[in-house]
């Protein structure tokens, strides 16, 4: 059943790469105390977003790094949460 919530949206607080793979880190979570924590992926042409990939994860989660490889190979995502 749906219902009303607060979304927030959080940027990565951490880019960069790591063994050949670009790594996002989300370090702010531990703030978000209340609210339900989402990972989302966005995936389209050109960079649209025609299809989003979402999976909630703990609430209690107070870091998360997602680590994928660049677009010009590999299929492996990478998410390890911290609580």
């Known amino acids: 059943m749906w219902g009303p919530s607060t979304t927030t949206i ?3 607080t951490y880019v960069d790469k790591e063994n050949g793979c670009l790594v996002e880190k989300w370090t ?3 703030e978000m105390a209340g609210t339900e924590k989402w990972m989302a992926g966005f995936y389209g042409e050109d960079g649209g977003r ?3 990939l979402s999976k909630r994860i703990d609430d209690g989660a107070s870091e998360c790094t997602v680590a994928y490889p660049p677009t010009t190979g ?3 995502i990478a998410i390890r949460c911290q609580w």
């Open 10 to 12: 959080s940027k990565p």
């Open 28 to 30: 702010q979570l531990k």
């Open 50 to 52: 025609d299809a989003i």
């Open 74 to 76: 590999g299929n492996t």
